[in-house]
């Protein structure tokens, strides 16, 4: 498989696996599913599940005939390509600002005081609201 991306110079992860800065090609053994990871500086990191799914050629049955009998070497390349969005850069003073008003609004926040009698007592089951549940008859019908 080959992946490249726009812009180019990412680095690309394979199932957690770094195989290298696009574009890169690696090799795959099985079809399923792919965690694809791109990331670069400037740029948010781009994560996929990239499907790749079985070729006709490889379907169990079929496979035997394809590996077999075709007179050459049958490789499955896939190209996947992907677009990097630019990371949104957030101004330090802006984020102060931000930082700032919650300290304050977490401030003005009063704790809300419960009576002792609503605390449940360490130990003892609380009461349920629900009926108790009828008794199993285990008799054996005649």
Sequence with gaps: MTISSNPPGAIV???DVEVGRTPV???FIYYGTRKIQLSKAGYETLTVLQPIPTPWYQWPG?????EHFSPGKINDDRLFSYNMEQAIVVPTDQLLERAQELR???EVLEAT?????SLPVPGHALPSP???PPPVDNRLPL
């Design 104 to 106: 304050q609004q977490s």
């Design 62 to 66: 079929v496979d035997f005939f394809s």
């Design 113 to 117: 005081e419960l009576p002792l009698e």
């Design 13 to 15: 992860k394979v199932d």
């Design 25 to 27: 090609s690696t090799s």
């Design 130 to 132: 629900l009926p108790p």
